[in-house]
């Protein structure tokens, strides 16, 4: 992180009275149950290390903002950072040398709103939260999605960053698609909120896999796959090899595990276990964050590496996930 990001970072962290010192955010299998059930306040989850991103969310909260408002605005902020190259502006581009970008948000309600290979539009969050709020439909796929986009205001862009040309061309040298586990130990943004009332949203953002081919669409704007939201049980996001989470229907299943009365670190341990108790990963790489009712969160992954980012607004931080491979 750079020394300007550092000093943003403990700013807001310094403006939001953030400090190390109260509960964790963190539920294991050894939590003290008499120590549940007890809401103590907000919390923002992220996948991978988002302290800034998570600071702004409790920011929007504390300025009085929606809990959907507070998701919205954290992802954009990481959707426009050109040195996160999974992500929005600078994502990395699909085997044709195209940014194709996916995303999704789910409101206290069960709305939900989606946006799939959406190409020059830097903000697919918020046109996902269009789609939610302003048509009839949950989905808005490529050219209708862009045009939709224009249409209520946003501008065209190219995606595409100076490093993220080197890469491709890089890649262009071997043209190999694999996955790679971690790569570059962050991927998807997928973001969990609950409020001081036990209001949940969520959304999460992707340029999904690096050169995958022309017209694919991972997990991450598929409700219940990249992401899911009952506001009566909890949440749940996925981060990963989208195809995985796809066939297991991911983040609804978590959710579904937490309403049969697992705790959010025993949900996702039993969604990755279903995955890997059915395909190869050895080489594939996804992970979960999930947060119930009471703001208690758990992550769990394939392999190790995962990382994630819990928020509230007494501490703000980064985690390692448990996982299946040690
Ligand atoms: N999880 C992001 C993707 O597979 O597209």
Not at 244 to 261: A, C, I, N, P, Q
């Amino acid at each position: 992180m750079s020394n300007r990001r550092q000093f943003v970072l403990k700013s807001l962290i310094g403006a939001l009275g953030l400090s190390s010192s109260a509960f964790s955010c963190e539920s294991t299998p050894e939590a003290d149950s008499d120590n549940k059930r007890e809401f103590k306040g907000p919390v923002i989850l992220t996948t991978w290390n988002h302290q800034e991103t998570n600071a702004i969310a409790l920011n929007v909260l504390k300025e009085n903002g929606s809990v959907l408002d507070a998701v919205e605005s954290a992802i954009r902020k990481v959707e426009a950072d050109p040195n996160d190259s999974s992500v929005g502006y600078g994502g990395r581009p699909d085997r044709e040398g195209v940014v194709s970008l996916d995303a999704c948000i789910m409101n206290k309600a069960g709305e939900a709103g989606s946006v799939c290979f959406v190409r020059d539009i830097m903000h697919p969050i918020t046109v996902a939260r269009m789609v939610m709020e302003k048509t009839p439909h949950v989905i808005l796929a490529g050219q209708g999605a862009k045009q939709f986009a224009l249409e209520n205001g946003m501008k065209a862009r190219n995606l595409l960053t100076d490093a993220s040309i080197n890469s491709y061309k890089e890649w262009l040298k071997k043209s190999e698609y694999k996955t790679i586990i971690n790569i570059e130990n962050h991927d998807t943004i997928g973001l969990l909120a609950i409020d001081e009332s036990q209001d949940m949203a969520g959304g999460c953002s992707t340029s999904g896999m690096a050169y995958k081919y022309h017209g694919r669409v991972g997990d991450s704007p598929i409700i219940g796959a990249g992401l899911y939201v009952d506001n009566e049980i909890g949440s749940a996001t996925a981060t990963g090899v989208g195809e995985m989470v796809l066939r297991t229907l991911g983040s609804f299943l978590v959710v579904e595990l937490m309403r049969g009365g697992l705790d959010p670190y025993q949900a996702c341990k039993e969604a990755v276990h279903r995955i890997v108790n059915k395909y190869d990963c050895k080489d594939t790489q996804v992970g979960y964050v999930a947060l119930n009712k009471y703001g208690e969160a758990g992550a769990y992954s394939i392999h190790p590496g995962f990382i994630y980012t819990c928020s509230t607004p007494h501490k703000n931080e980064v985690l390692k996930s448990e996982s299946y491979f040690k």
